[in-house]
C-alpha cells in the first residue's frame, strides 16, 4: 500500500521560502492525482492544489496563485510543493495526497486514497 512520507516544514519569516516534499518509496507517483492540502487552527482544510495525474494540469487556490507551485519527480516517486513569498496566513499544517487514475488525466478528484502525515509550516516573523 502506497505510503507518503513528507518533509521540508518547518519555521520561516513573512517573505521566505520552504519547499515540501511527499515521497512514496517504492511506489511510482505517475498516474497519480495529487493534492496539496493544509489545515490551520480552528479551519476547515483547504485544498491549495491539484495536479493532474498525467502531471500535466494544475489547479491552485486564488490564494497561493504565483507563489506555489507543485511538481512531481517520477524518478524519484517525489511530489512536491515550492512555496514562495509565504505570509503568516499560510501557517498551517500541509498534506499531501494522492488518487490513482492511471491513463485518465483526471485533475481534482473528489476523494484521495492515500494521505501524508502532515507537515507543519509556521510564518512568523
Known amino acids: 500500500q502506497m505510503q507518503f512520507v513528507e518533509s521540508g516544514g518547518g519555521l520561516v519569516q513573512p517573505g521566505g521560502s520552504l519547499r515540501l516534499s511527499c515521497a512514496a518509496p517504492g511506489f511510482p507517483v505517475d498516474g497519480y492525482a495529487i493534492g496539496w492540502f493544509r489545515q490551520a487552527p480552528g479551519k476547515e482544510r483547504e485544498r491549495v492544489v491539484c495536479l493532474s495525474s498525467s502531471g500535466s494540469r494544475t489547479n491552485y487556490t486564488d490564494s497561493v496563485k504565483g507563489r506555489f507551485t507543485v511538481s512531481r519527480d517520477n524518478a524519484k516517486n517525489t511530489v512536491y510543493l515550492q512555496m514562495n513569498n509565504l505570509k503568516p496566513e499560510d501557517t498551517a499544517i500541509y498534506y499531501c495526497?494522492?488518487?490513482?487514475?492511471?491513463?485518465?488525466?483526471?485533475?481534482?478528484?473528489?476523494?484521495?486514497?492515500?494521505w501524508g502525515q502532515g507537515t507543519q509550516v509556521t510564518v512568523s516573523s
Open positions: 495526497a494522492a488518487d490513482f487514475w492511471g491513463d485518465y488525466d483526471v485533475l481534482c478528484p473528489k476523494e484521495y486514497d492515500y
